[in-house]
């Protein structure tokens, strides 16, 4: 059962344009959630991370809307440029120091020059 | 600092072999973890540890054992491999709540 879901699977976006990827959980008791970034041949690597006292953080292009009513996040990438291309997981955990981590499926993104 | 270490990149094991996949940190964390990497699966916790000596199971454990000696170095064992097990492994260690993940170990089992 996948704690976290994510879609869309794939996205391709024009340089310059706006890439959106959602997730959606259902655990009421999570109160992190990370967005990480991988390229092919390397791990993830933390991208951007929010907790549900706030409804919006920004980190330079990129941006986590959460909206905890609805148990749902979603990470906005403003100006996509062709170094953007990588695949995107949410996570979600218990806490930050939380010892297990949840993960979505994964976004494959494209950003056409 | 190297960050985290696998070894090897590449391993084909037959089924019913035996394997340990190497892991090792230089960033001093207490925390440490095993995923694997299935396609439209994301990642999946195996085993993590809290630091030395302490270890318990994540949301896929079966198949797997791990042990944590020293704060540095944590081994992920595949008793038995079995097809089920052919994916990519990731190991990570973290500081507070930013996992550091290593670059991965593609294990195909035939």
């Known amino acids: 059962q996948q704690q976290v879901k994510q879609s869309p699977q794939s996205l391709i976006v024009q340089k310059g344009g706006i890439s959106i990827i959602n997730c959606a959980y259902e655990n009421t008791a999570f109160d992190y959630f990370p967005w990480y970034q991988q390229f092919p041949g390397k791990g993830p690597a933390l991208l951007i991370a929010?907790?549900?006292?706030?409804s919006e953080k920004k980190e330079g292009r990129f941006t986590i809307s959460f909206n905890k009513s609805a148990k749902q996040f979603s990470l906005h990438i403003m100006d996509s440029q062709p170094g953007d291309s990588a695949t995107y997981f949410c996570?979600?955990?218990?806490?930050?120091?939380?010892?297990?981590?949840?993960f979505g499926t994964g976004t494959s993104l494209t950003v056409i020059p | 600092n190297a960050g985290v270490t696998q070894t090897p990149k590449f391993q084909v094991l037959k089924t019913g072999q035996s394997m340990t996949l190497q892991c090792a940190q230089d960033m001093n964390h207490e925390y440490m973890s095993w995923y694997r990497q299935d396609p439209g699966m994301g990642l999946r916790l195996i085993h993590y540890?809290?630091?030395?000596?302490?270890?318990d199971q994540g949301e896929v454990p079966n198949g797997y054992n791990v042990s944590r000696s020293t704060t540095e170095d944590f081994p992920l064992r595949l008793l038995s491999a079995a097809p089920s097990q052919t994916s990519v492994y990731f190991c990570?260690?973290?500081?507070?709540?930013?996992?550091?993940f290593g670059p991965g170990t593609r294990l195909t089992v035939t």
């Open positions: 540890s809290v630091g030395a000596g302490i270890t």
């Open positions: 929010i907790r549900p006292d706030v």
């Open positions: 990570a260690s973290r500081r507070v709540n930013e996992q550091y």
């Open positions: 996570a979600a955990s218990i806490g930050e120091t939380g010892n297990q981590f949840y």
